[in-house]
């Protein structure tokens, strides 16, 4: 059985950073790519990046530039490093992880439990 658990979710301004970190334990290791979504107000869940075992980083467009994906595969642990926020980040973010060596989201496997990330005006 596989667990995702997110932490480093919280409030900022615009323009401010987060980090955000997910420990997987189980059956997750450097064959599979782990990657976060996240989830605005009244819309649905979207792909932000995924990194696949190897290290090879995959942005979506709204976040390229600003966010950086990166991975431990010592400590099986995944970041998402968000810089320059906007009030148009905000949302619900999950840590994911597929059993696949790249990620959609057609293969996601797991979640976590999600974790509030709110830039302000």
């Known amino acids: 059985q596989v667990q995702l658990v997110e932490s480093g979710g919280g409030l900022v301004q615009a323009g401010g950073s987060l980090r955000l970190s997910c420990v997987a334990s189980?059956?997750?290791?450097?064959?599979?790519?782990m990657g976060w979504y996240r989830q605005a107000p009244g819309k649905q869940r979207e792909l932000v990046a995924y990194i696949t075992g190897g290290g090879t980083a995959y942005y979506e467009d709204p976040v390229k530039g600003r966010f950086t994906i990166t991975r431990d595969n010592a400590k099986n642990t995944v970041y998402l490093q968000m810089t320059s926020l906007r009030p148009g980040d905000t949302g619900v973010y999950y840590c994911a992880a597929t059993r696949r060596y790249r990620m959609s989201p057609r293969n996601t496997d797991y979640w976590g439990q999600g974790t509030q990330v709110t830039v302000s005006a």
């Open positions: 189980g059956s997750i290791d450097s064959n599979n790519a």
